[in-house]
């Protein structure tokens, strides 16, 4: 079956910190895979998608930058983290239309 | 570019129907979701239309979309104390990489 893991659930980090979140699938292959932003329980920004091992495409320039190291693996990484980074991050992948979402990690920076 | 625009907030009574409304902007729109998110929780799909359809049922669920003017709207009959969250518009384009652009959300608030 299709499933895609998110870890970790939640994560308090100082400013200044770097930052590595993790994001696999599986049972597909090739899937296009995203990084999603949500600010404040709203809006969900597009930060980062990928439609290939080590394609990335960024949608708004920020302190984050994102890596597909795998097929079925997506990394969402920051040297230093700021306090305008934190908020609910939302993993997704897509094939042929359909989309999943992964249970999300909840960041706070202090 | 595109844009996703929906009222922020809604509150009805339990039993009464919801209506839920979405604008969207890209005329290009393939797919259009509606996803619900409950508190502290990921995002769950609910249902969503193909752009060349103008209605989709489905249990309690009643999607409409108006192509002409770019309106969509998800009604939940019979609504349930369970179906408070806040509701998510998303539509995909010919855009490259399939990505969902996605409304700010509507709070659906039901009191009993």
């Known amino acids: 079956s299709q499933t895609i893991h998110q870890w970790p659930a939640t994560l308090v980090q100082p400013v200044g910190s770097p930052l590595s979140l993790e994001c696999t699938v599986e049972g597909t292959s090739n899937p296009n895979l995203y990084w999603y932003r949500q600010a404040a329980g709203r809006g969900l920004q597009l930060l980062f998608y990928?439609?290939?091992?080590?394609?990335i495409s960024s949608e708004v320039p920020q302190n984050l930058s994102a890596s597909r190291p795998q097929d079925r693996q997506f990394i969402l990484s920051s040297k230093k983290l700021l306090l305008s980074d934190s908020g609910f991050y939302l993993c997704?992948?897509?094939?042929?239309?359909?989309?999943?979402f992964g249970s999300g990690t909840r960041l706070t920076v202090v | 570019g595109e844009d996703v625009e929906q009222s922020l907030f809604l509150s009805v009574r339990e039993g009464d129907s919801s209506v839920i409304n979405c604008t969207y902007t890209?005329?290009?729109?393939?797919?259009l979701y509606w996803y619900k998110q409950e508190p502290g929780a990921g995002l769950q799909l609910l249902t969503y239309i193909f752009s060349n359809m103008d209605m989709k049922q489905d249990q309690r669920l009643t999607v409409l979309l108006n192509k002409k003017d770019k309106h969509l709207s998800l009604r939940i009959a019979d609504t349930q104390t369970g179906d408070s969250a806040i509701y998510f518009c998303?539509?995909?384009?010919?855009?490259?990489?399939?990505?969902?652009?996605f409304g700010q959300g509507t709070e659906l608030s039901v009191k009993p």
């Open positions: 997704a992948w897509s094939v042929e239309g359909g989309y999943t």
């Open positions: 890209d005329s290009s729109s393939t797919y």
């Open positions: 998303a539509e995909r384009g010919y855009n490259q990489g399939g990505k969902l652009i």
């Open positions: 990928s439609v290939g091992i080590g394609q």
